[in-house]
């Protein structure tokens, strides 16, 4: 029987690489993120934070890329090549995990809230549409600045104020997969609400958390690094960072267009990335797009 299954699950994984596959611009956007996970994960091994200390700067203030210096370097004479490289870790990070923790409340709210029918589904939807009418971005320069600006902190921050619209999704996907007729049948067999959640509703909305994932992470990233430039951050190796330190050292005036160039087109490759592999994966998993495409 784990034979039959383990050739289902490989033959169910080739039929969605091939799928994948012909979604061009998803394999682009995949090719991008696995080079910049890549890149970020073996980072240490050929750097350290030392590269954003102000005092380790070895170079010529405000030069320009050159041979020596791909992409330029800043006030202090640091490379700007090695600040990117560096603060990739950092921005990757909190992305990832601010999108995993809002990825987790959102479809812990939104099946509860599509399961239990009555008062139960109802307040949850009621404190969903709470937090989706805030600000989220202005929620979490609150709590970001109350909390203090560390990693950790814009983590949550982020994660607890961008789960609504996940859970209002998750919530209507829990509400279609329950009313197909083998649920009735499940309950009619004894099937108990454990039972019928982890073995129905969550298979059936996992592919749909997974295209929202990658979606909630390139959010993630921007919204750190908008903290970042807002100066609400105490991080010193995200890219938001490197464009705070720049406007705040006058990179235009100074006609240090690198600075500010490089690590905003790093956050835009990251970011169009994660979107053109989104899409590409919604274009799969839906049947309904997958048939129109």
């Known amino acids: 029987m784990t034979s039959v299954a383990m050739a289902r699950r490989r033959l169910a994984l080739s039929r969605f690489w091939a799928d994948f596959r012909r979604q061009r611009a998803g394999v682009v956007g995949l090719v991008i993120l696995i080079v910049a996970v890549v890149l970020a994960l073996v980072a240490p091994l050929f750097i350290d934070e030392s590269v954003t200390s102000v005092v380790t700067g070895t170079g010529p203030k405000w030069a320009a890329p050159s041979l020596d210096y791909p992409f330029g370097t800043d006030e202090s004479g640091r490379s700007i090549l090695l600040m990117v490289w560096w603060g990739s870790r950092t921005s990757l990070l909190i992305g990832f995990l601010a999108a995993l923790l809002s990825i987790v409340i959102g479809m812990v709210v939104g099946i509860t809230a599509g399961h239990f029918r009555g008062w139960i589904g ?22 970001a600045a109350i909390l203090g600006g560390s990693t950790f902190t814009i983590i949550m921050a982020i994660g607890v104020t961008t789960w609504p619209t996940t859970a209002r999704l998750i919530r209507a996907q829990t509400l279609a997969v329950e009313a197909r007729p083998y649920i009735e049948r499940s309950k009619a067999l004894g099937g108990g609400h454990w039972h019928i959640t982890t073995r129905h509703v969550v298979p059936n909305v996992a592919p749909l958390l997974l295209a929202s994932t990658t979606l909630e992470v390139a959010s993630a990233i921007v919204t750190e690094s908008t903290l970042a430039f807002l100066g609400v951050s105490s991080n010193k190796t995200s890219w938001g960072t490197m464009l705070r330190g720049s406007y705040d050292w006058g990179a235009p005036t100074q006609g240090a267009w690198w600075y500010i160039l490089i690590p905003g087109l790093a956050i835009l490759a990251v970011v169009m990335a994660f979107m053109l592999a989104g899409r590409a994966l919604e274009a799969v998993l839906n049947p309904q797009l997958r048939r129109a495409s």
């Open 122 to 143: 109802a307040s949850l939807m009621r404190v969903t549409d709470w937090f989706l009418v805030l600000p989220s971005l202005v929620t979490a320069m609150v709590l």
